[in-house]
């Protein structure tokens, strides 16, 4: 029997493309991706990656204040919220004309600059390795440092780069709205890059110099959507163990426990498909009848059907 599902997808960053020119382009194919699950009449929120736009805007925000002492660096939760904003822009623009060509009239497509709030006291902090912006000269690096307080470190001979902490998600502080929005039926798109970093002191939310991993929000809206399912789209069609060696094997299903096992013997690169796993995990062991899919954007609709993609499940 068909069931309509609620669902939160997490966009990695081959869905949006490197520049603004290459966006444009990669968001009509996302549309029809997304599109498709809409039309198969699930309820679909969307969070987004925002690797690659929220360095350019880190880039500019620098450049400028290079070029004009008057201009104060830009904090890196700004540049977090300008990506939201201009990614959702693009985004929802390209859904509201893909549903149209179908024939839905009414798309009520909407972004939501989205603050999520971190633990201050996140071991992260300690041990910031999240890198951000472009390649440095060493002498370009200790002025960084200096002028902003950047911790900077140098990468494998190519240069030196800003690094910072990557903790964990506690609180998406629009939630309450996002909740009224999906309720009524919108298409929302949410903690994009994962989030505004934010930490709270009283009753002020103060912009933190981090970068909270996309999937680990995506795990956390989907729990407090009571989503059915958490979709977490990459490069690859299915998850692997053994990757890149001649013992690789694709995985199709998978249960918590056994993907907590291939965890603990580090089958999964930290950098690349760990996070995508612990965060599949981490959901799909929150509640009775809640799944993750991992799989490919333009395999999303198959996935759903079952017919590829790595299920993680109880």
């Known amino acids: 029997m068909y069931q ?24 009509k194919t996302t549309a029809r991706a997304l599109c498709d699950l809409i039309e198969e009449g699930h309820q679909v929120v969307v969070v987004h990656g925002n690797g690659p736009q929220v360095g350019m805007i880190n880039n500019a925000m620098s450049a400028l204040s290079r070029e004009d002492d008057t201009q104060p660096n830009t904090p890196l939760s700004v ?30 497509v909407v972004t939501v600059v989205t603050q999520v709030r971190v633990d201050p006291d996140d071991p992260a902090f300690a041990n910031p390795t999240k890198p951000i912006g ?36 506690v609180e998406i502080v629009e ?92 089958q999964f690169a930290a950098g690349s498909m760990l996070p995508k796993v612990e965060a599949a995990i981490d959901f799909a062991g929150s509640g009775s009848g809640r799944t993750a899919l991992i799989t490919l954007l333009e395999k999303a609709k198959e996935g759903i059907q079952g017919k590829t993609g790595t299920l993680i499940h109880l």
């Open 4 to 27: 309509r599902k609620r669902i939160v997808i997490a966009l990695g960053g081959n869905a949006l493309g490197n520049t603004l020119p290459e966006q444009m382009i990669a968001v």
């Open 79 to 108: 540049c977090v919220a300008m990506s939201q904003a201009y990614i959702g822009y693009d985004l929802q623009n390209a859904l509201r004309e893909e549903l149209r060509k179908r024939g839905f009239m009414r798309t009520p």
């Open 134 to 169: 472009k390649f440095l000269t060493k002498e370009e690096a200790e002025y960084q440092a200096k002028a902003y307080g950047h911790i900077m470190r140098e990468d494998a001979g190519r240069g030196y780069r800003r690094v910072v902490a990557s903790p964990k998600p």
């Open 175 to 266: 939630q309450d709205a996002i909740n009224s929005l999906v309720d009524a039926n919108k298409i929302v798109i949410c903690c994009g890059g994962g989030g505004i970093p934010v930490i709270l002191k009283d009753h002020h939310l103060k912009g933190a110099s981090a970068v909270i991993d996309k999937d680990f929000a995506s795990c956390l809206l989907a729990k407090q959507l009571d989503a059915d399912m958490l979709i977490i789209l990459t490069a690859v069609e299915k998850v692997a163990i053994h990757f890149g060696t001649p013992d690789q094997k694709w995985l199709n299903d998978l249960t918590v426990s056994q993907a907590r096992k291939y965890v603990k013997e580090g």
